[in-house]
């Protein structure tokens, strides 16, 4: 049995303003040692927020880790990936703008901002690994072109997988667009009609065309409906849907996509091996993830961060700490029908990292 990875905890005041993140930030950077990890060009990556919403982490807070980065001796960038839905994240001059609106600018933050996989997702690196699903996963290459990578998660529910964290911000995160679709692949969408309203709330929001009205079959009534074939499985109709009608086999898709995406991060952690780092901020915790555009009250109290070497411990401790805040777990707070320990169970099968973890809270 390997060893369990130590897991250190900065616990932050409920509603904490952002002067105060960014203090635990820098606090629990310090007391995992990530300084050690930092080498030349450093990605921070982190999702900077959604048009609409205001879940993200506040910009102080990344400063705080680029400053950071830069007392390694290290050359900090923000970084992220471009979107498979539709949106100011599909495509790299809309997200740059999109990020400075969210007040990330170079000034404020002290790094520019880079999309890792080029003006339209495409550009990418395989990586080869030992999966299960795959035995290469396509990555965004200017990711693994950096000497060293902090990456910057918030935990939240997720429509999918159950949970949004530091593996799926790996995973999914530093997917090229080819790795996301791969990753979806297995996500088949379809409509309940007798739920269905109509309402065409998702036509605009599918990015492949592959929803369109058709008969329900009961009288002359039309309902959507979605063509597979065109379907890329990336979940934008779920999420526009108001009537609950779009369905999914969540048992089954759900696990693949979990495991798929715990497959791609660890496609990452390999090739940075021993120059990467984590900080996993489990505060402000949502149903849904910061890819929403909307604003979203908080599923229970905040914890605060937690930082250290290894993604899939980091994820296991938030969410055990967060049931025993909340006295039920994540899942069962925003998706009761899935089950995200799942990914958290492949990663450690795949050797991604181990569930084990010893506790260390930081003293103030």
Known sequence: MSEPSVVHLVETVEHADAAALADAARRAFRAADLATRVRGLTAVKRHFGEEGGEGFLPPPVLRAVVDEVKAAGGTPFLTDTTTLYTGRRSQAVD???????????????????????????SNETEVRIAGVHHRSVALAADALRAGSAVVVSHVTGHLACGIGATVKNLGMGLASRRGKLRQHSTLRPHVDPEACTACEQCLPNCPTGA?????????????????????????????????????????????????????????????????IGFLTFATHVTK??????????????????????DPVALDQAALDLLRER???????????RLDGSLQLAHGERIGLGTRAYRLVRVAD
């Not at 909340?326 to 009761?336: F, H, I, V, W």
């Open 288 to 309: 849904d993830c910061d890819c929403m555009g909307k604003r979203q009250k908080p599923l229970c109290t905040d914890v605060g961060v937690l930082a250290g070497t």
């Open 326 to 336: 909340a006295g039920r777990t994540l899942e069962s707070l925003s998706y009761p």
């Open 211 to 275: 929803i369109a009205p058709a008969e329900a079959g009961r009288g002359s009534a039309t309902v959507m409906a979605i063509d597979a074939k065109k379907c890329s499985g990336c979940g934008e109709c779920l999420a526009s849907c108001h009537d609950d009608a779009i369905r999914y086999d969540w048992k089954a898709e759900s696990r693949k996509l979990q495991e798929s995406m715990a497959e791609h991060a660890l496609g990452y952690c390999t090739r940075l091996r021993d120059r």
């Open 95 to 121: 997200y740059a703008t999109l990020v400075h609106d969210h007040g990330f600018t170079l000034e404020a933050v002290g790094a520019p901002f880079l999309v890792a996989d080029g003006l339209v997702g």
